[in-house]
């Protein structure tokens, strides 16, 4: 049996028992991005923990699920992440997208705070991820495979909803473009040096998450897509020094052309 099939059922049994059938779609928060719970209504809060879902560490990450009306639909919205950088298995990090399968979720979209590597990405841009560049260190598919052995990644970011993003940005007048992500351990930020690598082998963007959830989300087969915000230029591009504390401001403060875009989407499924 596979060590987070027990943890997975309690967990998908805990969001059944808090907040009955399930929605059809799911949003993670990323850093900074907690702003789109204030825009939904009719909302029911339970924290992490209460679900069998590992507590957030990370400033910016609230670890509450709510679910509620957001563009006339019935979401999940999940306010924060663990990080694979916390020092977590692997498997607790994305159990949570496991779980949201196991309850009947259909689709999720996730979001996160990047840093921008390509020229004309600025603060606030929205980017849909295309494709990703995996160089962290773990993959939570290592082991006893949960789901398909060997998950083809080829649309791993569901085209069509990815098509859907872009369209309710645009709608919305947000500046939105199409990018590949390049997932790094963290939790210190890139070097110059690793930014200059990661433009030159393809990289548009950067951050320490999402990744892993594409991962367990592609050996389930659960249809998934990533909005990402970029919230500060990459280590050598711009010429502040990078701190958290400063991505999650900027994330929040851009937030809004997120939240109306997400808006836009559920209102549009």
Not at 10 to 33: D, M, N
Not at 97 to 108: E, K, N, P
Request: aromatic share 4%; charged share 15%; net charge negative.
């Amino acid at each position: 049996m596979h060590p987070e099939a027990e943890p997975v059922q309690r967990a998908a049994s805990a969001l059944q028992s808090a907040f009955g059938a399930p929605p059809s779609t799911a949003i993670t928060l990323g850093s900074g991005l907690g702003i789109l719970v204030d825009a939904m209504s009719d909302l029911q809060s339970v924290p992490y923990p209460e679900l069998g879902l590992p507590a957030a560490g990370v400033a910016g990450h609230a670890g509450v699920a709510h679910v509620g009306t957001l563009g006339g639909q019935r979401v999940l919205a999940l306010a924060g992440r663990k990080h694979l950088y916390e020092g977590v298995d692997p498997g607790v990090v994305v159990r949570y997208v496991r779980a949201l399968h196991a309850w009947g979720v259909q689709r999720l979209v996730l979001t996160c705070s990047v840093g921008g590597i390509r020229a004309g990405l600025g603060p606030g841009d929205l980017v849909v991820v295309s494709d990703h560049l995996n160089f962290q260190r773990t993959n939570p598919l290592v082991g006893p495979a949960f789901g398909t052995r060997f998950p083809d990644l080829s649309e791993a970011y569901d085209p069509d909803l990815r098509e859907r993003l872009l369209q309710s940005a645009r709608a919305e007048g947000a500046r939105v473009h199409e990018g590949v992500l390049a997932a790094m351990n963290g939790p210190a930020y890139e070097t110059p040096a690793e930014v200059r690598m990661l433009g030159h082998v393809g990289a548009d963007i950067v951050g320490m998450s999402t990744v892993p959830e594409i991962l367990a989300a592609a050996e389930l087969g659960f249809t998934s897509a990533v909005l990402a915000v970029v919230s500060n230029p990459a280590a050598g591009i711009g010429s502040a020094k990078l701190t958290h504390d400063d991505v999650t401001e900027t994330a929040n403060a851009a937030g809004h052309s997120m939240v109306q875009t997400l808006t836009a989407f559920c209102a549009g499924l």
